[in-house]
């Protein structure tokens, strides 16, 4: 399959490293103009340099700003007015005892996974509407299917995700646009590194403690290890794809075959 995205110029949110930069390298190298977004603007001029090493060809642009907040959104949309394709993958995860979860937490929580979505499918998706073809990604989670009880808050986020992606994409029917979420399973990722050595301990070397981890803490994996960023970017190029025009509205999984079924 070849997939050709010269064309398109692409938005992926909390892509200095990690999920995101995976998924911005993968579309840069499908031929999209990408677009990095972060809050510090060493780490995204650092991530800019990854993705050039990458792909030496890339076309990539930075924006600093915080999307959390109406400014920071504001601030993308004046410094990339149009995006064919958004990639929303912005997110924070961390335990925390379930009635120990404050309301400050909560807040933080769906202002960053949820409604700094919100506010940037707001912002483009009209733009795709009226051009007849775009495509918006939201990364969820596993967590919102199989909430974790050291992480409800967070669960609760992405499920609030996938609610929003089925909206957004009856709101774009017959326009060209797909919306679908992406259900990602556990992932390697140097964030993930520290809360699974927070959780199996820092004893042991990373192949051991991550193996530890998904079977003391995520039994039902079917692959027994964590994802690499990389798998989850193959399917968001190909979702991102003229191939997956027919595919929308759906939470499209890429989680070690972690969930059992997704239940409506």
Known sequence: MHIDLSSRTAVVTGSSQGIGLAIATGLARAGARTVLTGRGEE??????????????AADVATVTCDLTTEEGAGLLGGAVPDADILVNNLG????TEALDITD????????T????????????????????????????SDSALVVP????HYG???????????????????????????????????GVEDFVYDLVGKDSPWDEAQREFMRL????SLLGRLIEPEEIANLV???????????????????GGYVDSIVP
């Open 43 to 56: 780490r995204l001029r650092q991530a800019a340099g990854s993705l050039i090493e990458a792909v030496p």
């Open 92 to 95: 924070i995860f961390g335990p």
């Open 104 to 111: 400050d937490q909560w807040r933080e929580y769906f202002e």
């Open 113 to 140: 996974n949820v409604l700094s979505a919100v506010r940037l499918i707001r912002a483009y998706l009209p733009g795709m509407k009226e051009r007849g073809w775009g495509r918006v990604l939201n990364i969820a």
């Open 149 to 152: 009880v050291e992480m409800i």
């Open 156 to 190: 609760t986020s992405k499920t609030a995700l996938l609610a929003v992606s089925r909206g957004f994409a009856k709101d774009a029917s017959g326009a060209g646009v797909t919306v679908n979420s992406v259900i990602a399973g556990p992932t390697h990722t140097p």
């Open 217 to 220: 803490h995520r039994p039902q």
């Open 237 to 255: 190029v190909y979702l991102s794809s003229a191939q997956a025009s027919a595919t929308t509205g759906a939470a499209v999984r890429v989680d």
